[in-house]
């Protein structure tokens, strides 16, 4: 069985980098859906976008709130005939929440 992570985000520029690189070192392929981020987080999240190891990054404007995004990345995710076998058939969600519980990114 596959798996890859699903990564919605807003404003979350600081940590969202090393987030990406730690399910990429797991071999997790990564889907950042940034859901309407205004600047700098943007252009940090803009940025991972990276196809050839498996971080693709989409982003929904106007902000949609994270259940909009959870459900793009849902799409996103799901194996089709038009996609390659890059993409997982289970799928981990992960907020920043989860990130700090991880130890990812420290506690405020």
Not at 14 to 33: D, S, T
């Amino acid at each position: 069985m596959r798996y890859c992570a699903i990564v919605p985000s807003h404003d979350h520029h600081a940590a969202i980098g090393r987030v990406v690189a730690q399910l990429r070192e797991a071999g997790l392929p990564v889907f950042v859906i940034d859901d309407g981020s205004g600047e700098p987080a943007r252009s940090v999240i803009a940025a991972l976008h990276d196809e050839k190891n498996a971080i693709l990054v989409t982003r929904l404007e106007p902000n949609r709130g994270k259940g909009t995004a959870v459900i793009r990345g849902f799409e996103l995710a799901s194996p089709t005939p038009s996609r390659s076998m890059r993409m997982g058939n289970m799928i981990s969600m992960l907020c920043p929440g989860c990130w700090r519980r991880r130890g990812i990114i420290p506690k405020p």
